[in-house]
């Protein structure tokens, strides 16, 4: 600043004083030469007076005793508020808030003595009241020959601001760091680790100090097992680091791993890795959030294993299993039901059951499953339907499926092919008409030849009667016509005669099939077909023994099969069905013929009705369960086959039925 009582060191002020030993020359080259000095002086002057108010900090000269202000240039005037002419009448307490008064001073005193150089983050109060922030720097100066202290104030307002707003961030970023439940690392350019959160200590068992300033791949071989451990791994988990740091970018093959660790106590578990860049300076970290899914790998295991228990199950099923919505259409089927209609599974699903089968069946299976899911009702229903052009019986279960919100979304549908079943049921009940007319016709021909048995014998005495008669008539010259009455009721005797003889003739009839060439294991496994499922419901288990051993015999096919059916269905029906009985079927051949051997385990044949067994109409069955024909007949077809029949009985336990038939017989 121009200060017009400055004068050039060595200068007395006095131009012409007396003693002076100058002349009028040297005087006046003086005073040229002080003019000079004036004129850069006040250059200078004004030169530092334009840079002192075009600086952007505040500046102020304070006097060092008064703390008063000499002056400020215009940046401190806007700072504070106060016009220039104000600026000299404040002290250092005008421009601070009182509260911060004893720091202020301590800071002052410091800059005084040169303790420091820069008082940081002081308060500064305007004239309005509102307060800024500034860093201070304090020189001291001599102006007008006073000591002062020249100050400079730097707003660091924004500065302040930015630095509480990243102390927020950072205390929202510890915050999230610390509550979140997942585990968060972060990795700096480095390599290094730099955060571990409260949450990764918990997951991995190692504290955050075990782990920080350490390299990352270092860490991680002391958490992956030692038996999926290897350099290899190592190696790309320090490419995957290096990648990120080196370009801020995470391919997505690198994006989310799922790792297998072990915890200090021993237990291995799961740990599901996310990667992603940090951008921090000029370069970049790496951020991996790791998650426990330990619970959920145990879930999934226990799943995949129930699945695939599920889809053994399903696809080692002999029954055709599919699911369908309300539509018709096939959301799932088994290799069964692909097979049953011809292909595999994928070339059906999405199909509907109208494109499937033909339209008339197709719409009766859809309409079942739509009644099912509309209802929530299941079915059993026993239909027939068409696979590859044939028309097959099946007994199908519809049953609702519903989602975890109760919601019928779908049908089950499982279906068992019972066309042999049903085939066979109904040539049961055929052979059972043909067994009922057999015993009619039997009943017939036990009846004739009782009636002929008991006819017989007083015809015959009747007719030698009446021929004794008529010789002595004869011989007494009866008359004619009294001869010739005799002679018609011999006749009528002779007539009745022949008709008892056709009742016996017809009791004698057998099958009138040809004799041939019978196979007896086929007959006995045909009959053991026709009769397995009412031996289930006695609980009644058929088996057979040494029966492909035997040679073919001479008979009539439908006798054998008539005989065999009666066994094993005399055996069936003696059996109560409370507990767990068998009838074993065996053969063996003997010389000239083989021996069959029905042996049960049906409780046996009381001794009192052993006799009786053979005997028509003898029964001991319940009223409506037999006829007493069925021994009877039996023992007339093996009798008529040339054989023997033969029981062995053992009262409460079983009884044995063997019969004999010869390999030869003569028509």
């Not at 001599?142 to 002062?148: D, E, F, S, V, W």
């Not at 092919?417 to 085939?423: N, V």
């Not at 008359?479 to 005797?493: F, N």
Request: glycine fraction near 8%; aromatic fraction near 6%.
């Amino acid at each position: 600043m121009n200060d017009p009582n400055r004068r050039k060191a060595g200068d007395t002020g006095e131009v012409n004083a007396p003693g002076s030993e100058r002349g009028p020359r040297e005087t006046a080259t003086s005073s040229a030469k002080r003019r000079s000095e004036d004129e850069a002086l006040a250059k200078f002057d004004r030169q530092f007076q334009a840079m002192f108010e075009a600086t952007t900090d505040g500046v102020i000269v304070v006097d060092s005793q008064t703390r008063r202000f000499y002056t400020g240039n215009l940046a401190l005037s806007r700072m504070l508020g106060y016009a220039p002419r104000e600026i000299r009448e404040l002290t250092i307490r005008d421009i601070h808030p009182p509260d911060s008064m004893h720091f202020v001073m301590q800071q002052f005193e410091k800059l005084v003595r040169r303790e420091q150089t820069v008082a940081r983050d002081i308060p500064v109060k305007r004239k309005d009241g509102s307060l800024f922030h500034a860093d201070i720097t304090c020189n001291p100066v001599t102006l007008a020959g006073n000591a002062c202290l020249m100050g400079f104030f730097h707003d660091v307002s924004e500065r302040k601001r930015v630095e509480d707003r990243l102390k927020d961030t950072e205390s929202r970023f510890r915050s999230v760091m610390e509550q979140s439940s997942e585990g968060i690392i972060l990795i700096d350019e480095s390599g290094e680790i730099i955060e571990w959160n409260r949450a990764q200590e918990q997951i991995t068992g190692r504290s955050r100090s075990e782990v920080l300033g350490r390299p990352t791949w270092e860490v991680i071989s002391e958490l992956i097992p030692r038996d999926k451990r290897s350099d290899q791994f190592l190696e790309v988990a320090e490419q995957w680091v290096t990648h990120v740091l080196r370009t801020g970018q995470v391919p997505q093959e690198m994006r989310l791993h799922e790792h297998e660790f072990v915890h200090p106590d021993g237990t291995r578990r799961y740990l599901q890795v996310l990667l992603y860049p940090i951008r921090a300076g000029k370069g970049f970290w790496t951020g991996v959030i790791c998650r426990d899914v330990t619970d959920r790998k145990v879930v999934e295991r226990a799943l995949r294993e129930s699945e695939e228990k599920y889809r053994t199950l399903v696809e080692s099923a002999g029954e055709s299993i599919a699911t369908v919505d309300r539509r018709g259409t096939f959301l799932f089927m088994n290799k069964t039901a692909a097979a049953r209609l011809g292909g595999q599974p994928e070339d059906y699903i999405g199909k509907t059951m109208s494109e499937l089968f033909p339209a008339e069946i197709g719409e009766r299976h859809a309409a079942s499953v739509r009644r099912v899911i509309d209802t929530g009702q299941g079915e059993n229903v026993v239909v027939q339907t068409e696979l590859q052009g044939q028309r097959r019986w099946q007994n199908t279960t519809i049953q609702p499926i519903r989602d975890a919100t109760g919601k019928i979304t779908a049908a089950l549908v499982m279906a068992r092919d019972i066309h042999e079943l049903q085939q066979a049921r109904q040539e049961l009940d055929q052979y059972r008409e043909k067994m009922s007319r057999a015993e009619q016709l039997a009943s017939l021909g036990a009846l004739s030849a009782t009636i002929a048995h008991e006819m017989t014998q007083p015809l015959t005495v009747s007719r030698l009667s009446l021929e004794e008669a008529m010789a002595e008539l004869k011989d007494t010259g009866a008359s004619a016509t009294v001869m010739e009455s005799l002679k018609e009721c011999l006749e009528g005797i002779a007539d009745a005669a022949g008709r008892v003889e056709q009742f016996r003739n017809f009791a004698r009839q057998s099958s009138r099939e040809t004799p041939s060439q019978v196979q007896l294991q086929n007959i006995v496994t045909r009959t053991i077909r026709l009769l397995e499922g009412k031996a289930r419901e006695r609980r009644v288990s058929l088996c057979t023994q040494g029966l492909g051993e035997l040679p073919p015999v001479r008979a009539n096919e439908k006798d054998m099969e008539q005989m065999c059916f009666a066994l094993i269905q005399n055996a069936i029906q003696a059996a109560d069905g409370s507990k767990q009985h068998t009838l074993a079927i065996s053969g063996r051949q003997h010389d000239g013929g083989i021996t069959l051997r029905f042996e049960d385990t049906c409780g046996g044949i009381s001794p009192e009705h052993v006799d009786k067994i053979f005997q028509p109409f003898f029964t001991t069955k319940p009223y409506g369960e037999g006829t007493g024909l069925g021994l009877c007949i039996t023992k007339r077809l093996v009798t008529q086959a040339g054989g023997t029949i033969r029981v062995e009985n053992q009262p409460g336990k079983g009884v044995a039925f063997c019969v004999t038939l010869p390999l030869r017989r003569s028509e």
